[in-house]
């Protein structure tokens, strides 16, 4: 039982020409001191740290009734109400229990249901928007290179778009939901991470491996869920804004109303780079050139036993362009000078309704449109895709031992493009013929809670795919309680990925190209085998959390677009061998009793594919652009008498295999490079803070020839002298953005109601 004795003891204390007051005291648990806990009056700026010796003095402190707050790592949090008189001294001797103090979120995304972390039988890895506040971002997508085995990829030097890498499988293979709703994907897959303000979002959930059980196609190589915050627990008002060097500037404004039983939570973000810089004397900007906004606003609405029931929207529209530094856009679709301009516009519809009834069962909802028109110097290249989801899924506990969750889902994608991709075969009467795919599922969740230490969990996901047809996904987790500090968890799966044909590398297929399908299209299938084990570690110097996996994962039918064999084609077909992605990941935090926390990771990969040569013999071929060693840290220390905070964070990569072209003069490997980051941040009265630092200061960029043929974008002088091995222009040769050191400097403030904390 939690022992906590106050002693309060007055006596005079004079403080010449003020009549305020003080606090003082020392924290403990039993007999043994608590250094450099956090001492702090709540909703106020008064405060501090205890020292070595467990003392801890807070002075000047105007006349009235607070709430002390004291936590320290490790230790159970102690508050009392206490109240300041005028020229006297408050001595407080706090005594609090230890605690393991293991995580306390709670997660979704493994099983749809909110669980405790502690508790999900799945390996779960839970970011916070503090965490990302570390390195602060216009957007998720840039924020993830401080997340351990996952990586934001460039894939094109002059218009920056990009995907996110999971323990090195690429960007197709990532599944990345809102609410754990499967909106986004294909063409739109970067616009998830971006445009939602970091004050609106609660979580942000990682799976790695498989997850196809519950979300379905794409989520192959691991899920990203982002999970927002409901508006009752949304601020009342924020803003964050920062600028940097490089004159990029970022907003994120929100704020929250009631109307009746509803309550809205209104979002706006809004990032510009309208900057063109050339520093590797390329004539192309290093940085490409961005317009966007973002508004997002969620309903939830108070109803009887507190069902749920909640709406979201969010519209983006982005204007981008990278190219010649002299483009404008009255350039735009000419070949004088070259850009890539894309203008894209999107909307979201997420809802969630539990329906009226004595049994838990949740109806969801969501609905994306996504249109891009986007030029590729004189390639045009005009698209939309919708995608419409419904899920219908019963929550039932069982016999005090089995927690059943039965569901049936839907999703309808539409693709169409303007190019010969989605066109049919007749050239006289040529028309288009959009894409469209129809997935209907079941699926079947039993979590099985055996005896206090040991809990299993087991799935199946059966699909009807319209082109695919039966397609049947079962999978184990079992988790294994040791003892209070100590957990293993054993995944076992099955995944797929329904292939969509159609995506934005067909800007290439604006001239006469077929596109040809070699029989019979079979989805990718993964098997995927995971270990995993979490150690809680209390000392008395503090609290160390650490993590590691050991991952497998087995691909057959891997399909690539052959566009080598015949320039006039696009050739589909499955791979005549299968793919491998292996490697292990460790992960270590650090909360010192010191005002210090560290948090570091690490991740070694092996992924490649083994294909059928001429002679028929498996010969292996190593992934491009995957690193087969990445780190990341954060170290964070605060000064508690200044109320000042030094983030350092960053991350490093090994080598990485580049695409060439024939002939190439350019090292077939990245070398290793690490971008850092250091910030300093100062909190003030009233939740306003001011931050600023250097990012990048190691000043990494690529390779200068990193765009090859740079000055003949258009190969029109593809055969003149000096180029004798007919070179032509190509900007894949890419892994990392080209933009340097800088500096930035940002100011928020948040209100926050006492029932939003």
């Given amino acids: 039982m939690n022992k906590i004795i106050i002693a309060l003891l007055f006596a005079p204390f004079m403080v010449f020409g003020q009549q305020k007051g003080s606090i003082k005291g020392v924290v403990k648990s039993g007999d043994e001191i608590i250094p450099f806990a956090n001492v702090g009056l709540e909703g106020t700026t008064y405060g501090g740290a205890s020292d070595v010796n467990g003392k801890f003095i807070i ?7 607070y709430t002390i707050k004291v ?5 159970k949090n102690f508050k009392q109400t206490v109240e300041v008189k005028p020229d006297e001294v408050i001595t407080l001797i706090i005594s609090t229990e230890k605690t393991s103090q293991k995580l306390e979120e709670f997660v979704v995304t493994g099983t749809l249901r909110e669980v405790s972390l502690m508790e999900s039988a799945v390996p779960i890895e839970v970011f916070k928007p503090v965490y990302f506040k570390k390195n602060p971002t216009p957007a998720l997508f840039e924020a993830l290179q401080i997340v351990n085995g996952v990586r934001p990829q460039v894939n094109c030097s002059v218009c920056n778009t990009g995907d996110i890498h999971i323990n090195g499988m690429e960007g197709p293979y990532t599944m990345v939901t809102i609410d754990g709703m499967p909106i986004v994907g294909g063409l739109s897959s970067v616009y998830g991470l971006n445009g939602i303000p970091n004050s609106m979002v609660a979580q942000l959930e990682v799976v ?4 196809s059980t519950l979300f379905g196609s794409e989520a192959v190589g691991g899920l990203i869920n982002v999970i927002t915050k409901s508006p009752e627990k949304a601020p009342i008002f924020s803003f964050d804004i920062f600028g940097t060097t490089w004159q990029e500037i970022n907003t994120d404004i929100s704020t929250k109303f009631k109307i009746g039983k509803a309550t809205s939570a209104l979002g706006i973000s809004y990032f510009n780079y309208s900057n063109p810089i050339d520093n590797n004397g390329d004539n192309f900007t290093d940085l490409t050139l961005q317009d966007r906004t973002s508004i997002f606003n969620k309903w939830s609405f108070k109803r009887k036993k507190d069902r749920e029931a909640s709406v979201a929207m969010r519209f983006i529209y982005e204007d981008r362009w990278g190219g010649e530094m002299q483009w404008t856009p009255e350039f735009r679709g000419g070949d004088s000078i070259y850009g890539e301009s894309i203008y894209t516009t999107r909307y979201e519809l997420i809802s969630k309704y539990q329906l009226p009834v004595k049994e838990n069962i949740f109806l969801s909802f969501s609905y994306s449109d996504h249109n891009q028109n986007s030029r590729y110097g004189d390639a045009s290249y005009i698209a939309q895709q919708n ?10 506990k069982m016999w005090d031992t089995h927690n059943f969750l039965l569901g049936t889902a839907f999703r309808y994608t539409f693709y169409d493009d303007n190019t010969s991709a989605t066109q049919s075969f007749d050239t006289i009467n040529s028309i288009n013929q959009p894409d469209k795919g129809y997935l209907p599922g079941l699926f079947l969740q039993d979590e099985i809670s055996l005896n206090e230490k040991n809990k299993l969990l087991l799935g199946v996901r059966y699909d009807q795919d319209s082109r695919h047809g039966a397609i049947f996904t079962p999978r184990a987790n079992y988790k294994r309680s040791i003892n209070d500090n100590d957990v293993i968890r054993v995944s076992l799966g099955t995944g797929y990925r329904v292939v969509n044909l159609f995506t934005e590398e067909h800007a290439a297929t604006t001239g006469a190209r077929e596109v040809i ?4 299209l079979a989805p990718e299938r993964s098997f995927n085998g995971n270990i995993h084990y979490q150690k809680f570690i209390n000392t008395k110097f503090g609290f160390i959390n650490f993590d590691g996996s050991l991952f497998y994962t087995y691909f057959t039918n891997k399909i690539t677009p052959d566009y080598e064999t015949n320039v006039q084609q696009i050739i589909y077909e499955n791979i005549d061998g299968y793919a491998i992605s292996e490697g292990a990941s460790f992960n270590a935090t650090f909360n010192f009793q010191s005002p210090l926390k560290i948090i570091a990771g690490v991740t070694f990969l092996d992924v490649y594919e083994k294909n059928k040569d001429e002679n028929g013999e498996l010969v292996r071929e190593e992934q491009l652009l995957t690193e087969n060693f990445s780190a ?3 170290v964070s220390y605060k000064f508690y008498k200044s109320n000042i905070t030094i983030d ?3 991350n490093v990569y090994g080598p990485m295999k580049l695409p060439l072209v024939e002939n190439d003069f350019r090292d077939q490997y990245s070398g290793w490079y690490s971008i850092q980051n250091i910030q300093l941040t100062k909190k003030f009265k009233k939740n306003w803070e001011i931050y600023g630092g250097v990012k990048n200061f190691l000043n990494f960029t690529p390779p200068k020839n990193s765009i090859l043929r740079a000055n003949d974008p258009f190969d029109k002088n593809v055969n003149s002298p000096d180029n004798p091995n007919g070179y032509t222009f190509d900007p894949t040769y890419v892994y990392a953005a080209n933009q340097g050191i800088r500096g930035f400097f940002g100011i928020r403030y948040t209100l926050i109601s006492k029932k939003s904390k």
């Fill in 59 to 65: 002075e000047n402190i105007l006349p009235k009734k």
């Fill in 71 to 75: 936590t320290a790592v490790g230790f």
């Fill in 208 to 211: 790695k491996g498989p997850a």
């Fill in 387 to 396: 995608i419409a989801f419904t899920q219908l899924f019963w929550d039932k």
């Fill in 517 to 520: 399908v070699n029989g019979k």
């Fill in 632 to 634: 990341t840290f954060t």
């Fill in 648 to 650: 350092y964070s960053g």
